[in-house]
């Protein structure tokens, strides 16, 4: 149990802001508007991943729309009472909130409004929302839920300097998150210039040929499954491989694994070192999409896997096939989203590439310099991310008191 300083106030969240729930005008598609006279309409999709503060919506509703709804106003809180349960959010903007949404507003003198947003953010207090609506029988937000939580608030000055130094770590991700963002897409860009031969390598201006998966590949592999229902297939030192670890990119883990035994009595077949995989199905965005493999793993039957021939550089294949996937997805049997790939399709793809295996590679040396990049990037903004929520539990509990 926390002990929290003796000089700092305990009270309700009641006690120091107002809470109101959204409302929704029915049926809501008779008050959509496109009009520059329209009012804002709020929804979950309009808060961003990351950051705390949201400063534009995809649709506005009429103003007869917003008699029916709840007014929300810049600077109040919104709190998500459903889909992503508790998560504050700092309204940059004016608007209207449906009933998915808590309006926090006219918060006391006491309170400083980006030191209650990171209180709000915190275990503790997400805690008690899941405490309270268990509780009360009901499995997501209300407003008597949230009346209920109980918080502890140091002198106002001190609120401001906890503030201040979680915004400093939030700024700083908000820079790495945009700085990636800025890489992935220049990292894009170079994709299709570099496999598609429209920016050339310097040092190179050798032929390109025209080709096929099957000339360019040693083998195409696909898998199957084991029974789930025998035991002794599962669990054994073989890892196993389902299409739905394809979004790895460079796929390291497996799904399970699977043993000798398994493995013999089914479909599967293993997949060796720095295969291409492509996914032959999947829901969604799955279908068509590339992976490289990292180390040999036995296969499912939506998988393929194209090991390529002494001629073709792996990881140039992998970019090119990533490169490929509108065109993969168009190569699919079937139709409505629904079809799929498979080996006789794959192997008959036209691609294009360097005669010379050498300049294959330093194209793939370049996208992998890239991505590595963006990788080193995103493990920085994680660990940033770990530090701040270490500051938050350390600051907001009193453990660690700043000098004011």
């Known amino acids: 149990m926390v002990t929290y300083p003796s000089d700092w106030k305990e009270c309700s969240l009641n006690d120091v802001i107002k809470i109101k729930r959204g409302a929704s005008p029915r049926p809501i598609e008779s008050y959509l508007t496109f009009s520059s006279s329209g009012v804002r309409w709020i929804k979950i ?28 106003y810049l600077g109040d809180f919104i709190l998500s009472n459903s889909m992503s349960f508790g998560r504050p959010y700092l309204l940059g903007i004016d608007g209207c909130i449906h009933d998915g949404w808590l309006r926090l507003y006219d918060f006391q003198n006491e309170v400083d409004k980006d030191f209650l947003y990171y209180l ?63 890489k992935k897409a220049i990292r894009d860009g170079a994709l299709d210039d570099l496999v598609s031969g429209r920016t050339k390598v310097d040092g190179f201006d050798g032929d390109w040929i025209e080709s096929t998966v099957a ?57 060796p070192k720095d295969s291409v995989l492509i996914a032959l199905a999947g829901q969604g965005k799955t279908r068509g999409t590339a992976a490289f493999l990292a180390y040999p793993m036995a296969l499912n039957q939506s998988l393929a ?28 049997s079937g139709d409505g989203g629904r079809g799929g790939l498979n080996k006789t399709l794959i192997k008959n793809i036209n691609i294009r590439l360097p005669m010379e295996i050498k300049e294959q590679h330093a194209i793939a040396e370049i996208l992998t310099a890239m991505d590595e990049e963006i ?24 453990r660690v008191r700043l000098k004011v």
């Open 305 to 332: 896997a194209l090991v390529p021939s002494d001629k073709t550089d792996p990881k140039f294949l992998y970019y090119l096939f990533e490169n490929m996937y509108v065109d993969l997805r168009e190569h699919s």
């Open 120 to 182: 709000l953010s915190s275990p503790s207090v997400k805690g008690q929302y899941e405490s309270f609506a268990a509780g009360s029988g009901v499995q997501n937000l209300n407003k008597e839920v949230v009346k209920k939580v109980q918080v502890f608030l140091p002198e106002l000055s001190e609120q401001q300097a906890i503030a201040s130094v979680l915004s400093n770590f939030d700024e700083h991700i908000d820079d790495l998150s945009e700085l990636i963002e800025k």
């Open 45 to 72: 999709g309009d808060a961003p991943r990351d950051g705390k503060y949201i400063v534009s919506t995809a649709e506005k509703i009429t103003k007869e729309g917003a008699n029916h709804s709840v007014r929300v």
């Open 375 to 398: 990788e080193s990037l995103e493990t920085e903004k994680e660990k940033m991310m770990q530090i701040k929520e270490g500051a938050m539990d350390d600051l907001l509990t009193g």
């Open 215 to 271: 000339s360019s590949t040693s083998a195409i592999i696909t898998g199957g499954t084991p029974s789930t229902t025998i035991d002794k297939y599962w669990g054994g030192t073989i890892p196993w491989l389902a299409s739905t670890e394809i979004h790895q990119k460079i796929v390291t883990k497996s799904t399970r694994n699977i043993t000798e035994i398994g493995l013999n009595n089914s479909s599967a077949k293993i997949a």
